[in-house]
């Protein structure tokens, strides 16, 4: 029993990070918010289909129900919610423990090229024990970067096999996970996988593939999205791409349009070059190598997923980016040494820092060797990782895009590489085995206290955090929140008795982007749950005495904590008006709205756009919620 512990020691250490994700879940009460409601709710919607019976809308919903962002991660979740019954945060708790343990696997057979199994186990769990694995970078549950990371590595894992496209088993597997990076988070993957896919190409699987599969093979994805940037010029369907941004969003896909119709022009014209200039020969006609089939099943299921909601696909991309959604970010600008820094500590500034030592400690101790290691260490997997990162860090620096989940599979490529290329120097292998250890049962002992360790806890932010957790963890590890009292509950529970007493069909929520104590999508998804319609708009722009976007609802929401209507103090409505004013560049159109309603509800002057209050309710400890109808 002893040697068979010992012999199989490394699982134990792989399931750390699985098995403390599953204590984070457990411990935590509180859904998802934000982006990750908007998977959530198409899971939930796929699997009802599925409890209730009804087959065939269940099979037509798995191709189509998804939310604004029109990628697969929802599909991940439904399995799940079949197994618990519908049960929301048990289904979160497992798609993460997947997610958790399919990073761990990744890592563990990327380590394990370079060295042993036990060091290999441990490398790889401190890489997943990380919140860039168990969180996908961000202080939230269910965002899809939680996938995007293990698809990313197996797809890295997969093409540093320098014989990979002889093998027909390993290329389809391959061709899978390349499909699910790019299902998972399409622009991320386009950045990450294009260059690196190129480079690895040319520099290790050339020396088997000829260039007319790689001519053919690289022609397939620029022809598939030649085609569906084409469909959208068609008269009948181009609304999709207009509307988002008249005339600006049209010109820039057309812009994109004509640099794919180019390359793909200069693709068959090198195709129909080569052939006609290669001769036949018996060694082209036996050996069968698969990389242009792995290239054309991808673009295919590629074509065939994106192509119903290519124009939400760009429309998402493009309002996130440089549309109506991202310009009040702006000015959240940061100078580059703030930005390295808040990266650092979002990962935990420490682990970092010691891998960066013992990392230059080994460069060091090379050059005084004069030791030639250079080759060795240029092996595959750096080669990926080197040619992947350029572009994703420099979009990072030189953008508005500057959450932390945006720069997460960089670090979490980087310290891989600084880890190989530690454990590739043998000469110092007792000191970094002994820094490896600490570091695994440092990071072992963090989370446990994260998880346990804060007592009651109510938001996902949780100031008491201590610095040193800080250090080790990062700044956007998030605590569990294990409040049994939630205000969604209650607040849901109070526009459902209003509802049935007033007849309101819709209701909107005019909230703030605080998500605290209340977050939007999480609460429409809730009035959802409930039979209840409730909507949460995003106007383009916020207009003084202009509220013609809430002219379709019957009441609207608000929420804040001031003073009640009967004792309304000064402070109160300098401090509602002040919120509007110095938010005015920095916060989205629905934050500003919900900020203007609240001032005029303590002014007392909502009859100017011919408002009542009909119901206020303090819903949970100083905050209240007021029911608003038109007269």
């Not at 949460?536 to 019957?554: A, H, M, T, V, W």
């Amino acid at each position: 029993m002893i040697q068979i512990i010992k012999d199989n020691f490394n699982i134990l250490i792989l399931f750390s990070a699985p098995f403390l994700a599953f204590l984070w879940h457990l411990e935590n009460n509180h859904l998802p918010m934000s982006d990750a409601v908007g998977y959530l709710e198409s899971a939930y919607i796929i699997s009802k289909n599925f409890l209730d019976g009804n087959l065939i809308e269940f099979f037509i919903s798995i191709f189509n129900e998804r939310s604004w962002r029109p990628v697969i991660f929802q599909l991940f979740i439904v399995p799940f919610l079949v197994i618990t019954n519908g049960d929301l945060l048990n289904s979160v708790l497992l798609t993460h423990v997947l997610f958790v343990s399919l990073s761990v696997f990744f890592t563990y057979k990327i380590f394990l090229n370079f060295g042993d199994k036990y060091i290999s186990s441990i490398c790889a769990s401190i890489i997943c024990l990380s919140v860039d694995i168990f969180f996908g970078g961000d202080s939230f549950t269910l965002f899809a970067e939680i996938s995007f990371i293990p698809f990313l590595l197996g797809t890295f894992y997969f093409l540093s096999d320098s014989k990979l496209f002889q093998n027909k088993r390993r290329s389809y597997l391959f061709t899978l996970f390349f499909t699910l990076t790019l299902l998972s988070r399409p622009v991320e993957g386009f950045l990450f996988l294009t260059t690196s896919l190129i480079f690895i190409i040319f520099y290790r699987h050339r020396e088997y593939l000829s260039y007319n599969e790689i001519l053919k093979g690289f022609t397939y994805p620029v022809f598939f999205a030649w085609i569906l940037f084409l469909s959208r010029l068609v008269p009948n369907i181009s609304s999709s791409v207009l509307k988002i941004d008249p005339p600006r969003s049209f010109e820039i896909f057309f812009i994109i349009f004509c640099v794919i119709s180019f390359l793909l022009f200069c693709l068959l014209l090198f195709n129909f070059y080569r052939k006609r200039n290669t001769p036949f020969s018996k060694k082209n006609n036996i050996e069968k190598f698969f990389f242009s089939k792995s290239m054309f099943y991808s673009s295919l299921i590629l074509w065939i997923w994106y192509t119903p909601r290519f124009g939400s696909l760009y429309g998402w991309v493009y309002e996130t980016s440089i549309g109506n959604q991202f310009q009040h970010q702006k000015e959240n600008s940061y100078e580059f040494i703030e930005l390295l820094n808040r990266a650092f500590i979002s990962h935990g500034i420490a682990i970092i820092y010691i891998l960066l030592i013992l990392f230059s400690f080994s460069v060091l101790y090379n050059l005084i060797k004069r030791k030639k290691i250079f080759k060795e260490n240029f092996n595959n997997i750096n080669v990926l990782i080197l040619t992947s990162i350029p572009i994703p860090l420099i979009l990072y620096f030189t953008t508005f895009q500057v959450t932390y989940r945006k720069i997460a599979p960089v670090i979490t490529l980087v310290l891989i590489s600084i880890l190989i290329n530690i454990i590739l120097n043998y000469k110092i292998k007792k000191i970094s085995n002994t820094f490896f250890i600490s570091i695994f049962l440092i990071q072992i002992l963090f989370v446990y206290k994260n998880i346990y360790g804060y007592g009651i806890n109510d938001k996902w932010m949780n100031q008491v955090k201590d610095k040193n957790s800080e250090y080790i963890l990062g700044s956007q590890f998030p605590i569990p929140i294990n409040s049994l009292n939630d205000p969604h509950n209650s607040l849901v529970g109070f526009l459902s008795k209003e509802a049935k007493i007033k007849n309101l069909n819709n209701i909107a929520l005019v909230l703030d982007d605080s998500a605290y104590p209340v977050e939007p999508y999480l609460a429409k998804f809730m009035c959802q749950i409930k039979s209840l319609k409730c909507s949460f708009s995003s106007p383009k722009k916020f207009q003084y005495g202009n509220i013609d976007y809430l002219n379709r609802n019957d009441a609207l929401l608000i929420i804040h904590s001031y003073a009640d209507s009967e004792n309304i103090i000064h402070k109160d409505i300098d401090l509602a008006k002040r919120n509007i004013d110095e938010n005015m560049k920095r916060s989205s159109p629905s934050e500003l709205y919900s900020y203007y309603l609240q001032y005029l509800y303590l002014e007392n002057n909502l009859s100017i756009h011919n408002i009542n209050i009909v119901e206020c309710y303090s819903f949970y400890k100083k905050y209240k919620a007021c029911l608003l109808i038109k007269d």
